[in-house]
């Protein structure tokens, strides 16, 4: 599998983004889709997760209501559109894929960024004050 994310780019607050993540290699619908991001000096970080089909989505607190994922199994992509962007949203993102159990949903294990199985090579996001 080959996760190739693009979309980022330098934005004023307040401005949109939307970043994409193609997935090629085995069955995209296998897997539970989700992006995190990393600011220099700080940890991974979940940011929203979806679902084999789409009909479920997670995310973060500080993203609710502002950023919303979601996906598209016939282009075998994942999307994550962006608004209302702050300076603290700032970061390298990432998207991941994750081959999850039921479990794994239930108990919201899907915040941890050990347990993806693959993961794309990140995009730039820059959010100016």
């Known amino acids: 599998v080959q996760l190739q994310a693009s979309g980022g780019g330098l934005v004023q607050a307040g401005g949109s983004l939307r970043l994409s993540c193609a997935h090629s290699?085995?069955?995209?619908?296998?897997?539970?889709m989700s992006w995190f991001r990393q600011a220099p000096g700080k940890e991974r970080e979940f940011v929203a997760a979806?679902?084999?089909?789409?009909?479920?989505?997670y995310y973060h607190d500080s993203v609710k209501g502002r950023f919303t994922i979601s996906r598209d199994n016939a282009k075998n992509t994942t999307y994550l559109q962006m608004n209302s962007l702050r300076p603290e949203d700032t970061a390298l993102y990432y998207c991941?894929?994750?081959?999850?159990?039921?479990?794994?949903?239930?108990?919201?294990?899907?915040?941890?960024?050990?347990?993806?199985?693959?993961w794309g090579q990140g995009t730039q996001v820059t959010v100016s004050s």
């Open positions: 290699g085995r069955t995209f619908t296998n897997y539970i």
């Open positions: 979806v679902s084999r089909t789409g009909s479920s989505t």
């Open positions: 991941a894929a994750g081959l999850f159990t039921m479990a794994t949903m239930r108990e919201a294990r899907y915040v941890l960024p050990d347990i993806y199985n693959y």
